[in-house]
């Protein structure tokens, strides 16, 4: 099976799924797709999924990480972006590709390290996922223990919190409580389609300190 994986072929915006995918399997088809790829996997005990995301994700989650972390910049907070790393629990058999995953709180405790193990290191605070081709899998996030997600479907940003292992719906972000967040980052992203993406992050950031000036 793992020979024919490049030989496969799927269109941007589907999805390939396999049943009964062991651990080890999942270990070397990872190997064989490689890291920089297009592609995106799931994997939640003996089910890998395998989806090509459409230009549109792309651009979604490229503009909404440049405005958290233009946010996280001007709030002058330490931070890393680690884009679609694979996060897996061998333990618990389940593995993630975010679109977008963001260390805030628990960035001391991986800065510097090359390879991380959720057996042992902390989960990322904030995952994101662009929901344009229909594929986000918040049990496996919740089993993982992501303390915020955030899914992005039909021009509307939809939080997540996670609450006595569940995750809860919430109109404000536990990592920027005081800030609207759920109406303005649908707002600039629109905007970048009109106006160009610096000048929306430019008018973001200017947004963003009025915002810290009028709550001090």
Excluded at 127 to 140: C, F, G, N, Q, Y
Aim: negative net charge.
């Amino acid at each position: 099976m793992l020979l024919e994986l490049k030989r496969i072929y799927i269109p941007p915006g589907q999805t390939v799924v396999l049943r009964d995918v062991t651990w080890q399997e999942l270990e070397t088809i990872l190997e064989e797709l490689g890291e920089h790829r297009a592609a995106r996997i799931a994997y939640d005990r003996g089910m890998l999924e395998i989806m090509a995301p459409l230009p549109e994700h792309e651009y979604g989650k490229e503009i909404i990480s440049d405005l958290l972390k233009a946010l996280l910049e001007e709030l002058d907070t330490e931070f890393i972006s680690l884009g679609s790393t694979t996060f897996k629990n061998q333990f618990m058999a389940q593995g993630i590709e975010p679109d977008q995953c963001f260390y805030i709180k628990n960035e001391p405790q991986i800065r510097g390290k090359n390879r991380l193990d959720l057996t042992i290191d902390p989960p990322p605070d904030l995952a994101l996922e662009i929901d344009i081709t229909s594929r986000t899998h918040p049990k496996i996030y919740q089993s993982l223990q992501v303390p915020e997600l955030w899914r992005f479907e039909k021009g509307n940003l939809q939080i997540n919190v996670l609450q006595d292992g569940i995750y809860i719906e919430s109109e404000t972000s536990l990592i920027f409580p005081n800030l609207p967040l759920i109406d303005v980052i649908p707002q600039y992203l629109e905007q970048s389609k009109i106006i160009g993406r610096n000048t929306t992050i430019k008018n973001f950031r200017i947004w963003v300190r009025q915002q810290l000036i009028g709550g001090s």
